[in-house]
């Protein structure tokens, strides 16, 4: 992302230079993206995200740290109409409400026994559940670069795991975890509250 965003300011600077017009402003801030990132509900069915903009958004979400830098988690990506409605169909009546109008959904699943293990072995008590581990800090970088970017998301764990195999030919060496939605919010959501910082924060 900071290489693109290098990219972009270095050549609106030659073209400045040029043209004598302003520099475009730099985008939002990193305090910005995580204080306005919300999880999603209500979709604003009128726009669209393009292929492109989804490899980008999985190029920076790459850039997440893992186990042994072993990136076991991958990402199905439905985008078609007929796709994305086969995904809503395995999500439950819920959640199928919550994403109607997002152009975009994604199964995140994560390789198993590369996380936490060395050399074949569990390295700690934890286990496997590195996997799940790494696969969660991948999906942090992807909601907050699709936040950067200026689309929504929503993290459902709420699925049908084996029809979602089959629909996308999972293999059974992959952990399905979560689905994601990605579109753009019809609404400003409220912010629900947080906990107070001294209630999960201990200073020694």
């Not at 988690?73 to 994403?99: H, S, W």
């Not at 995140?108 to 800090?137: L, M, P, R």
């Not at 992807?142 to 996308?168: C, N, P, Q």
């Amino acid at each position: 992302m900071k290489k693109h965003l290098f990219l972009s300011l270095l050549f609106a600077a030659m073209l400045g230079s040029c043209t004598s017009e302003s520099t475009p402003s730099a985008g939002p801030s990193f305090e910005e993206v995580v204080t306005t990132r919300r999880s999603i509900r209500h979709y604003d069915a009128t726009k669209t995200i393009s292929e492109a903009e989804v490899r980008q958004l999985l190029t920076t979400t790459q850039e997440a740290p893992s186990w042994a830098n072993g990136q076991p988690t991958k990402y199905y990506v439905a985008m078609t109409p007929e796709k994305v409605q086969a995904v809503q169909e395995l999500i439950g009546d819920f959640n199928k409400r919550n994403v109607q109008g997002a152009p975009v959904l994604m199964v995140s699943t994560y390789e198993k026994g590369k996380s936490g293990h060395f050399q074949g072995q569990a390295t700690n008590e934890i286990g496997e559940g590195w996997g799940a581990y790494d696969n969660g800090v991948s999906n942090a970088y992807l909601v907050l670069t699709a936040r950067a970017m200026g689309f929504d998301t929503l993290i459902m764990g709420m699925r049908d795991s084996e029809a979602l195999r089959t629909l996308f030919g999972i293999p059974e060496s992959e952990t399905i975890m979560a689905v994601i939605s990605l579109g753009y919010r019809a609404s400003e959501p409220n912010r629900p509250g947080r906990r107070d910082l001294d209630e999960i924060v201990k200073f020694f």
